[in-house]
């Protein structure tokens, strides 16, 4: 014969025409057609190298995706074996305020540990605020006139002292309207009153 190379060329070939007879015969049966002759056909057929077409899945009865132009079928309904989504948590309520009165002033900051005007010992980590007059209790939300920042403050002692000023806030309320490095910032303020 020839080369070893030859000899497995033609080995190869002829195996791939095997595994093509054997595969269009499994078609022929698995597509419903089932007939004797045709697995038959499928065995008879010529052992000359050839190329075969990749087998294309079978059109679907109906799209499970809408077609173009086409309206989409309706979404399935879940079975009752299908577990339940989780129900997504529900934010809580912001709670809603009256203004009965506002102003602008410059405001700034303590952090030393003191007993306040109100009577409890001022807590620099606390959301409380010093004012001259406003009755102690009181609800104010202050704004930095920078950045647009906002924060609602508890009134609980007497001050600020210095001019100009009218609200001493704890470090942590000048924390969240974003004024610690400045030390004194321009603020608009609301007295508030709930609803």
């Not at 009865?61 to 809408?66: C, E, I, V």
Request: proline share 9%.
């Amino acid at each position: 014969m020839g080369s070893p190379q030859a000899r497995l060329r033609t080995i190869l070939i002829a195996s791939s025409v095997a595994v093509a007879v054997l595969a269009v015969g499994a078609f022929a049966l698995l597509s419903g057609d089932g007939s004797a002759d045709s697995a038959r056909a499928a065995q008879t057929a010529p052992t000359a190298p050839q190329a075969t077409a990749p087998v294309a899945d079978p059109p679907r009865a109906t799209p499970t995706r809408a077609s173009r132009g086409q309206t989409r079928a309706p979404e399935p309904t879940p079975s009752k074996s299908t577990k339940p989504k989780a129900k997504a948590k529900a934010k809580p309520k912001k709670k809603q305020y009256k203004v009965l009165k506002s102003g602008s002033c410059q405001a700034s900051y303590y952090w030393e540990g003191q007993m306040t005007a109100s009577g409890e010992p001022f807590d620099p980590s606390e959301l409380t605020a010093a004012h001259k007059t406003l009755p102690m209790g009181s609800k104010v939300r202050v704004t930095n006139k920078n950045n647009g920042r906002s924060v609602i403050v508890r009134i609980n002692d007497r001050g600020p002292y210095a001019g100009g000023r009218c609200l001493d806030l704890s470090k942590a309320a000048m924390t969240k309207v974003g004024g610690t490095g400045a030390g004194v910032i321009p603020v608009r303020y609301q007295v508030l009153s709930r609803r």
